[in-house]
């Protein structure tokens, strides 16, 4: 389990570096879901749903969220930035094996740069405030693709209940403005090794709009199938 820091109060971003913590009781997460906000910090513009007896109506919460392509431009505090990290780092792996390794961007040359990272879907990290590039380790194991699936879905999930927005932009699979691929693309930039594949990159930033909440139709109901 790896966090890589690139920001602008980095020398060298375009150096790849490996943190490792020093044990598993080293990533804890900190944010409380709920109507609670231990950051001190705005909520935004997404609210959690209301708790009911001991839990939260992760329904509710899930109605809530949505995918976000437009940013205030505004800096995502760091403190934020490590709630989902952290939370993307608990996200669940087959037989605990982790195989992710995460490269988090806050430079702005680079989050422009990682901007044409793909031909269309990924313009909005010019605007952005920071982004989260989710790899996987294939020497590992052959599930590193659900694996990192897992952590970035947990990420836009933690990211949401902070108040902010985020979006996933597929890598995997995907070419770039270059005509690259754009886990190559990505690969020059940070000289990261053959082993690590990029699944996806993460957008994340301030919001100072909302979207209608989702609600379950009837066709989506229709894609449950019962047999008797």
């Known amino acids: ?61 899930l109605k809530q969220r949505r995918s976000y392509r437009q940013y205030t431009g505004e800096p995502v505090e760091k403190e934020l930035l490590d709630k989902i990290v952290e939370a993307g780092l608990l996200a669940p792996s087959g037989r605990n094996i982790k195989p ?8 702005l040359k680079l989050l422009t740069q990682l901007s044409q990272c793909r031909k269309a879907g990924s313009q909005m990290l010019e605007g952005a405030g920071a982004c989260i590039i989710v790899l996987g380790d294939e020497d ?33 699979n995907r070419v770039s403005s270059t005509e690259d691929s754009t886990e190559d693309y990505i690969r020059n ?20 709009q ?3 909440a989702k609600e379950v ?3 989506l109901l229709n894609k449950v199938h019962r047999p008797e």
């Open 1 to 61: 389990m790896v966090a890589v820091l690139l920001g602008n109060e980095s020398s060298d971003s375009n150096r790849f570096t490996l943190v490792t913590p020093k044990s598993e009781n080293d990533v804890r997460l900190q944010a409380t879901l709920g109507n609670q906000n231990p950051t001190g910090l705005p909520m935004g513009v997404v609210r959690m749903g209301e708790r009911k007896g001991d839990y939260m109506d992760f329904l509710d919460f």
């Open 100 to 107: 992710e390794e995460l490269i988090v961007v806050t430079d």
């Open 140 to 172: 590992k194991t052959d599930v590193w693709v659900e694996d990192c699936s897992n952590v970035i879905l947990t990420m836009h999930y933690m990211a949401s209940s902070l108040g902010l927005g985020s979006c996933w932009i597929q890598g995997r």
């Open 189 to 208: 930039i940070f000289h990261f090794p053959k082993n690590l594949r990029l699944e996806a990159l993460l957008s994340i930033g301030h919001i100072d």
């Open 210 to 212: 909302t979207l209608p």
């Open 217 to 219: 139709t009837e066709e």
